[in-house]
């Protein structure tokens, strides 16, 4: 599995989290990087994505404002840092590196998930 996702776990609700995805690759990858998230019964969806080099960042409405994506080309590695939680953040977040630099909606591949919960 090329991209691995760590960092969930159990929080409070306005707690938080930080959330990696680790590109096993040596070399820093040139493509975009978005989170996306599932609950049982409903589709993935998207959470928030970051361009190649990290100057462009997008976040979707349920999101914004709470959480932060950013990248380390030096480590090859995407964090999705999760603040003010709510207890509708509870999924499984998974990492996906997308065809292009910039954030296109279309993956290219996917990491496993990675469970985060929120207590109310």
């Known amino acids: 599995v090329q991209l691995q996702a760590s960092g969930g776990g159990l929080v409070q609700a306005g707690g938080s989290l930080r959330l990696s995805c680790k590109d096993s690759r040596r070399t820093s990858s040139n493509n975009a990087v978005a989170w996306f998230r599932q609950t049982p019964g409903k589709e993935r969806e998207f959470v928030a994505a970051?361009?190649?080099?990290?100057?462009?960042?997008t976040y979707s409405d349920a999101v914004k404002g709470r959480f932060t994506v950013s990248r380390d080309r030096a480590s090859n590695t995407v964090f999705l840092q999760m603040n003010i939680l709510k207890p509708e953040d509870t999924a499984v977040y998974y990492c996906?590196?997308?065809?292009?630099?910039?954030?296109?909606?279309?993956?290219?591949?996917w990491g496993q998930g990675t469970q985060v919960t929120v207590s109310s």
């Open positions: 996906a590196k997308d065809r292009r630099s910039v954030y296109s909606g279309s993956p290219q591949s």
């Open positions: 970051v361009s190649w080099n990290g100057a462009i960042t």
